[in-house]
């Protein structure tokens, strides 16, 4: 068994020995191998929309959060700007990202989530179908090719993470929301 003198090492200090075990668990939950020797790591958030699997880099978004209970509709607004949320005394705008994409709103359920963008300048709350938690990469499984995607959102994709048959399209939130399709918010 692979590092197991590396855990006997440890029994004297239970401590380190249960930090081990934990980050090993943790690993092993995640598909992930041990860190190459680069150690180069990549941690994304994978979403679903619309029937399709997709991350956002960690460091693009500020939190995680269910639907809002109350979201207020803005008037003259396109129809993927959902409304205002008060986040914790802040106002944050509501994007429908399937609306967005032309792919037709999202059917508000139990497992709809909203990643809240971490931007300087622009604030919004990305409505996605499903938050199903962290992914981690080694840098060198990262390509920059783009699949084809059935929300044909290509052009605000980063590239691609493959892990064996999985690949996994990573959504660049910075390029979505600078985007002038995204400043085009008010309705025609």
Same mark, same amino acid.
Not at 78 to 105: C, E, H, M, T, Y
């Given at each position: 068994?692979?590092?197991?003198?590396?855990?006997? =090492?440890?029994?004297?200090? #239970?401590?380190?020995?249960?930090?081990?075990?934990?980050?090993?668990?943790?690993?092993?939950?995640?598909?992930?191998? *041990?860190?190459?020797?680069?150690?180069?790591?990549?941690?994304?958030? =994978?979403?679903?929309? /619309?029937?399709?699997?997709? +991350?956002?880099? &960690?460091? *693009?978004?500020?939190?995680?959060?269910?639907? #809002?209970?109350?979201?207020? &509709?803005? !008037?003259?607004?396109?129809?993927?700007?959902?409304?205002?949320?008060?986040?914790?005394?802040?106002? +944050?705008?509501?994007?429908?990202?399937?609306?967005?994409?032309?792919?037709?709103?999202?059917?508000?359920?139990?497992?709809?989530?909203? +990643?809240?963008?971490?931007?300087?300048?622009? #604030?919004?709350?990305?409505?996605?179908?499903?938050?199903?938690?962290? &992914?981690?990469?080694?840098? /060198?499984?990262?390509?920059?090719?783009? !699949?084809?995607?059935?929300?044909?959102? *290509?052009?605000? +994709?980063?590239?691609?993470?493959?892990?064996? #048959?999985?690949?996994?399209?990573?959504?660049?939130?910075?390029?979505?929301?600078?985007?002038?399709?995204?400043?085009?918010?008010?309705?025609?």
């Amino acid at each position: 068994m692979e590092g197991a003198g590396e855990l006997r =090492a440890l029994r004297d200090r #239970p401590y380190e020995l249960l930090r081990e075990i934990d980050r090993r668990a943790l690993a092993a939950g995640q598909g992930q191998h *041990e860190a190459s020797a680069t150690g180069a790591e990549w941690v994304g958030i =994978a979403f679903r929309l /619309g029937g399709e699997a997709f +991350l956002m880099a &960690r460091e *693009e978004i500020r939190e995680v959060m269910g639907y #809002p209970a109350a979201v207020t &509709r803005v !008037p003259g607004a396109r129809g993927w700007i959902r409304g205002l949320s008060n986040l914790r005394g802040q106002l +944050l705008p509501v994007i429908d990202l399937k609306a967005f994409l032309g792919a037709g709103p999202t059917v508000v359920a139990r497992t709809t989530r909203l +990643l809240v963008a971490n931007h300087r300048e622009i #604030p919004a709350g990305i409505i996605v179908d499903e938050v199903m938690g962290f &992914r981690r990469f080694d840098a /060198g499984e990262f390509s920059a090719d783009l !699949p084809p995607t059935l929300l044909r959102c *290509e052009r605000y +994709l980063a590239g691609t993470f493959k892990r064996g #048959p999985e690949v996994w399209p990573v959504f660049g939130v910075r390029t979505l929301l600078e985007s002038p399709a995204f400043e085009q918010a008010a309705a025609s």
